[in-house]
């Protein structure tokens, strides 16, 4: 297969320095990258190292006399199929919104007609101003998607919106927005992510390892499809989804509780989140005293919300995960038809570097007709995307 080829405009950011990762990323999944660095861009980072990553000479001057492409721009307008700026300062964004051609960079992204994405890092004060939000809003109106910046840690020693996020995301954010994707218009999503708390008393909790990366990642790529998202999580530091409806919750009941409440009206319900099983007895009112033996804490067993959701299911598709450490062939196709499910996504978790707190996974996903499909390793906004495309052929009824 043809690779696929990015133009990587850089600019002069201090946030450049991830983007030589980010040039990475893509050579590593097989895209063809040509990189592009305005004068300010060549101050903080040298343009070998560009090279270097991107296996391909940069370009810098239009007017290089080296240069064996006459007319530069043109050729590298036409040779691209995806533009990224990456970091977009204030003033390339700026150049863009309203068609200014004075450099190598903004003149390349003027010759191109092809799907354009933006990266903004700059301060806070910057991001803030009216003429960026302004030019911003004229790039989205042209179609440039715009992938804002995070809150973080800036290189100006503070707390504030502005930072650049993370390549990997970067990767998976073009890759979601870039594939064909199939509609999910008028469709209601449910997801549960994260792990749910299980309070012992005011001070202490049950919970498990559960970040919610794999929930989130299929609530963005579910509401990137058209469908009408509603994500219940338990605690987590992720920030919220724009466009999704966010229920926060800590313990099993509540979850359930709004699953439940919402479950009539969905068309489907992917139960990523990590529930526990168990529940104190009784919450105590009051911190517990420690003594000097043993403690014994009893348990109780937490409703299981989908094998409920299973017995209540009427129209709705529903979508499981399971994590084992043995038999995952028996187990998942047991699990599957216990809980009355359309498709569970079962992961080996005695495997490395995978499920909990990872960015990557790797799945095998089971069907209630007895098929098999085998993801392989890849970050969870990957193995979303294959999940998500999975349910949709279901609701077709394919
Ligand atoms: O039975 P097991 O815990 O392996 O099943 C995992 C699946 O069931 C996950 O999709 C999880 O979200 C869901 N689950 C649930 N309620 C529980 C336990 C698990 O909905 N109490």
């Given at each position: 297969?043809?690779?696929k080829?990015?133009?990587?405009?850089?600019?002069?950011?201090?946030a450049?320095?991830?983007?030589?990762?980010?040039?990475?990323?893509?050579?590593?999944?097989?895209?063809?990258?040509?990189?592009?660095?305005?004068?300010?861009?060549?101050?903080?980072?040298?343009k070998?190292?560009?090279?270097?990553?991107?296996?391909n000479?940069?370009l810098t001057?239009?007017?290089?006399?080296?240069?064996?492409?006459?007319?530069?721009?043109?050729?590298?307008?036409?040779?691209?199929?995806i533009?990224?700026?990456?970091?977009?300062?204030?003033?390339?964004?700026?150049?863009?919104?309203?068609?200014?051609?004075?450099?190598?960079v903004?003149?390349?992204?003027?010759?191109?007609?092809?799907?354009?994405?933006?990266?903004?890092?700059?301060?806070?004060?910057?991001?803030?101003?009216?003429?960026?939000?302004?030019?911003?809003?004229?790039?989205?109106?042209?179609g440039?998607?715009?992938?804002?910046?995070e809150?973080?840690?800036?290189?100006?020693?503070?707390?504030?919106?502005?930072?650049?996020?993370?390549?990997?995301?970067?990767?998976?954010w073009?890759?979601?927005?870039?594939?064909?994707?199939?509609?999910?218009?008028?469709?209601?999503?449910i997801v549960?992510?994260?792990?749910?708390?299980?309070?012992i008393?005011?001070?202490?909790?049950?919970?498990?390892?559960?970040?919610?990366?794999?929930?989130?990642?299929?609530a963005?790529?579910?509401?990137?499809?058209?469908?009408?998202?509603?994500?219940?999580?338990?605690?987590?530091?992720?920030?919220?989804?724009?466009?999704?409806?966010?229920?926060?919750?800590?313990?099993a009941r509540?979850?359930f509780?709004?699953?439940?409440?919402?479950?009539?009206?969905?068309?489907?319900?992917?139960?990523?989140?990590?529930?526990?099983?168990y529940?104190?007895?009784?919450?105590?009112d009051?911190?517990?005293?420690?003594?000097?033996?043993?403690?014994?804490?009893?348990?109780?067993?937490?409703?299981?919300?989908?094998?409920?959701?299973?017995q209540?299911?009427?129209?709705?598709?529903?979508?499981?995960?399971?994590?084992?450490?043995q038999?995952?062939?028996?187990?998942a196709?047991?699990?599957?038809?216990?809980?009355?499910?359309d498709?569970?996504?079962?992961?080996?978790?005695?495997?490395?570097?995978?499920?909990?707190?990872?960015?990557?996974?790797?799945?095998?996903?089971y069907?209630?007709?007895?098929k098999?499909?085998?993801?392989?390793?890849d970050?969870k906004?990957?193995?979303?995307q294959?999940?998500?495309?999975?349910?949709?052929?279901l609701?077709?009824?394919?």
């Amino acid at each position: 297969m043809a690779k696929k080829h990015i133009a990587i405009y850089l600019t002069g950011g201090i946030a450049l320095y991830k983007a030589a990762s980010c040039v990475r990323e893509f050579v590593k999944h097989g895209y063809e990258v040509r990189c592009v660095m305005t004068e300010n861009a060549l101050k903080f980072v040298s343009k070998l190292t560009f090279e270097t990553l991107s296996q391909n000479p940069v370009l810098t001057d239009l007017f290089d006399r080296n240069n064996q492409n006459s007319v530069a721009h043109i050729e590298l307008a036409d040779w691209t199929d995806i533009a990224l700026v990456v970091p977009a300062t204030a003033d390339i964004i700026a150049k863009m919104a309203l068609g200014i051609a004075d450099d190598a960079v903004s003149t390349s992204l003027l010759a191109t007609a092809k799907p354009k994405y933006v990266v903004p890092a700059m301060n806070d004060k910057m991001w803030d101003n009216p003429a960026t939000k302004r030019n911003l809003d004229l790039l989205k109106q042209d179609g440039v998607q715009v992938l804002e910046p995070e809150v973080g840690f800036l290189a100006e020693g503070y707390q504030a919106k502005g930072r650049m996020p993370e390549p990997k995301a970067i990767y998976a954010w073009i890759t979601a927005k870039s594939s064909p994707k199939p509609s999910l218009k008028d469709k209601k999503i449910i997801v549960t992510a994260g792990g749910t708390v299980e309070e012992i008393d005011p001070v202490r909790f049950l919970g498990n390892h559960s970040t919610g990366k794999m929930g989130y990642a299929l609530a963005a790529y579910a509401s990137a499809c058209g469908a009408s998202v509603t994500l219940v999580h338990g605690p987590t530091n992720l920030h919220d989804l724009p466009g999704v409806e966010m229920v926060s919750v800590t313990s099993a009941r509540e979850m359930f509780a709004a699953v439940k409440a919402r479950f009539e009206t969905a068309d489907a319900v992917i139960m990523a989140a990590a529930v526990a099983d168990y529940r104190p007895e009784i919450k105590a009112d009051q911190k517990i005293k420690k003594v000097s033996g043993p403690w014994q804490l009893t348990l109780v067993r937490n409703p299981d919300i989908l094998q409920e959701l299973g017995q209540l299911k009427t129209h709705q598709k529903l979508v499981g995960f399971a994590a084992e450490t043995q038999n995952l062939f028996e187990n998942a196709k047991k699990k599957l038809q216990r809980k009355n499910l359309d498709l569970l996504a079962a992961n080996d978790v005695s495997k490395k570097d995978i499920g909990f707190g990872s960015d990557e996974n790797e799945v095998y996903l089971y069907f209630k007709d007895g098929k098999m499909l085998p993801l392989k390793k890849d970050s969870k906004q990957k193995i979303a995307q294959e999940i998500v495309d999975q349910l949709a052929l279901l609701l077709k009824g394919e």
